[in-house]
T-cell receptor, first 115, second 111 residues
Framework: EAGVAQSPRYKIIEKRQSVAFWCNPISGHATLYWYQQILGQGPKLLIQFQNNGVVDDSQLPKDRFSAERLKGVDSTLKIQPAKLEDSAVYLC?????????????FGPGTRLTVT | SQQGEEDPQALSIQEGENATMNCSYKTSINNLQWYRQNSGRGLVHLILIRSNEREKHSGRLRVTLDTSKKSSSLLITASRAADTASYFCATDAGGAQKLVFGQGTRLTINP
C-alpha cells in the first residue's frame, strides 16, 4: 500500500513570498490533516478535512494560510505571504476516519525555511 | 492548546536497557496514541489504547493508561540503537474528532 506522498521535500523562500505544499493521502482515507511542526516541538494541527469538507481549522492563521482538498483526495496548503516564524516542517497525514480511534499515517513532510 | 505533556523531555540510555516515557493530560479522553518520529522523518503510529483499557503490548512496547491519574506510560524493553527517536503521545481530549500531540520525549540509545 502506498503511503502518504508530499512535495516538495524542502523549500527555501524569502519572507513575504508565497509557497504551496501538496499532499496525496492513502487511497480510501476520508480524513486528511495538515500539521505544523516547529523544531523541538510536537505537531500542531492546522486543518483537518473530512472528505472535501473542513472539520477543524481553529489553529490555521487564516490571514495568510489557506488549504483545499480537491474532490476529497489531494490537498494543497498555501502560505501567502510567508513570515520568518513559518519556518517549520509541514506534515500531511491521513486516516480512515476522524477521531482518536483512528491511526494516522504521516507523510515525510516538507521542511520550509523562510529567510 | 497543550493537552499531553511528555516526561522526561530527553532520555539517554545504554543499548539493552529499558526506556520509560510518561505522558500526562488534562482533559478526559476516549483514546490515547503513541507515535515515533525518527530524525527528519514523518511520524509512525505505535500503539492506540482506549480509555477502558489499562495495558497494551506490541512487540517490545508496553503502554499503560491510568485514567484516574490522567497519565500514560510507554515502556520500550531491551532497547536498540534503532529506537533512537522522538516519541509523542496524542489524545482526543473530550472525545474531539482530532488528536492533540504533546511536545515529545527525545530518546537516545547509546551503543
Amino acid at each position: 500500500e502506498a503511503g502518504v506522498a508530499q512535495s516538495p521535500r524542502y523549500k527555501i523562500i524569502e519572507k513575504r513570498q508565497s509557497v504551496a505544499f501538496w499532499c496525496n493521502p492513502i487511497s480510501g482515507h476520508a480524513t486528511l490533516y495538515w500539521y505544523q511542526q516547529i523544531l523541538g516541538q510536537g505537531p500542531k494541527l492546522l486543518i483537518q478535512f473530512q472528505n472535501n469538507g473542513v472539520v477543524d481549522d481553529s489553529q490555521l492563521p487564516k490571514d495568510r494560510f489557506s488549504a483545499e482538498r480537491l474532490k476529497g483526495v489531494d490537498s494543497t496548503l498555501k502560505i501567502q505571504p510567508a513570515k520568518l516564524e513559518d519556518s517549520a516542517v509541514y506534515l500531511c497525514a491521513s486516516s480512515l476516519g476522524a477521531g482518536g480511534a483512528y491511526e494516522q499515517y504521516f507523510g515525510p513532510g516538507t521542511r520550509l525555511t523562510v529567510t | 492548546s497543550q493537552q499531553g505533556e511528555e516526561d522526561p523531555q530527553a532520555l539517554s540510555i545504554q543499548e539493552g536497557e529499558n526506556a520509560t516515557m510518561n505522558c500526562s493530560y488534562k482533559t478526559s479522553i476516549n483514546n490515547l496514541q503513541w507515535y515515533r518520529q525518527n530524525s527528519g522523518r514523518g511520524l509512525v503510529h505505535l500503539i492506540l489504547i482506549r480509555s477502558n483499557e489499562r495495558e497494551k503490548h506490541s512487540g517490545r512496547l508496553r503502554v499503560t493508561l491510568d485514567t484516574s491519574k490522567k497519565s500514560s506510560s510507554l515502556l520500550i524493553t531491551a532497547s536498540r540503537a534503532a529506537d533512537t527517536a522522538s516519541y509523542f503521545c496524542a489524545t482526543d481530549a473530550g472525545g474531539a474528532q482530532k488528536l492533540v500531540f504533546g511536545q515529545g520525549t527525545r530518546l537516545t540509545i547509546n551503543p
